[in-house]
């Protein structure tokens, strides 16, 4: 069941990103973002006063409000990335920190022993990922130098959600949803400081802020459901499942936007359905 959660967050995830990168091609990115975690942070609240039976402690706070600092380092710098360099780079770049940080942490320091065939399969995650992201363009240095410009800010993003799973999988099981809830708000107030440090516009409106505001619910349900996850499995299976969202928006658009499959992000999705169905062995 813990793989099956895992999964439907990435699915939310890549569901979300998916539609708020599409309303970020005539929108301010960081606008975008503030907007879908006010909408997330509503929805956690609703969720909280109606469904949380839980006790959370102030570690669990704690927990909650530093994966909302997490949320909005890398929401902040991928989006920030995003304008510096090719997305096609930039997203799979900031999804490695998102993988390896909570991996690593989990076998070292809190004894998380997965079996061979979830090694095999954790392996085959970051290739899968890069590997759906890329354009079959051929392309000159130049071109190749343009499209990485923005890595050195991807990197700084995979850190920040690296620690926004980490610190969510640490939230104790009897803790309801408040911590979640905090996490929200943090992470408002981080992309709110960085959109006013660069005078990015505060307003959305219209069929862009409906479509933002369903993606940020929608971001919010996927936290709850890696959170759930992470009860049921181990951290670092939980959240490899979780970090393939970006395989999603390639899906969506082949479906939605007609877009083609190229060879690359064909053996990326084999690639994704291999990792999934030996973790699936454990």
């Known amino acids: 069941m813990g793989e099956l959660l895992a999964l439907l967050s990435a699915l939310c995830f890549g569901i979300t990103h998916f539609v708020n990168g ?38 669990d706070y704690g927990w909650g409000a530093l994966s909302g600092m997490g949320t909005g380092v890398g929401v902040a710098f991928l989006y920030r990335a995003m304008s510096q360099g090719a997305m096609s780079v930039v997203v799979p770049v900031s999804d490695v920190g998102a993988v390896a940080l909570p991996v690593l942490v989990g076998v ?31 392309l000159g240095d130049q071109q190749r130098r343009a499209m990485s410009a923005g890595v050195p800010s991807a990197l700084i993003a995979s850190v920040g959600f690296g620690v926004q799973f980490l610190a969510m999988a640490q939230i104790g099981t009897d803790s309801g949803l408040w911590p979640v809830v905090l996490s929200r708000v943090v992470s408002v107030l981080v992309i709110a400081a960085v959109l006013g440090s660069y005078a990015a516009p505060w307003g959305l409106t219209g069929k862009p802020w409906a479509a933002t505001v369903a993606a940020g619910a929608l971001g919010t349900l996927a936290i709850v459901l890696y959170l759930e996850a992470t009860r049921q499995q181990l951290m670092a299976i939980a959240t490899v499942l979780s970090a393939l969202y970006p395989a999603i928006p390639v899906l969506l658009a082949l479906v939605l936007l007609k877009e083609r499959l190229n060879r690359r992000q064909a053996v990326g999705l084999v690639c994704a359905a291999l990792a999934i169905g030996l973790i699936a062995l454990r």
């Open 22 to 59: 599409l309303v970020s091609r005539r929108h301010n990115g960081l606008t975008v973002a503030l907007h879908a975690q006010l909408a997330g942070t509503a929805l956690g609240l609703l969720l909280a006063l109606f469904l949380d039976g839980g006790t959370a402690s102030l570690a």
């Open 108 to 138: 070292c320091l809190l004894g998380e022993r997965p079996a061979l065939p979830v090694w095999v399969g954790i392996a085959a995650v970051l290739p899968a990922l890069w590997l759906v992201s890329q354009n079959s363009a051929d």
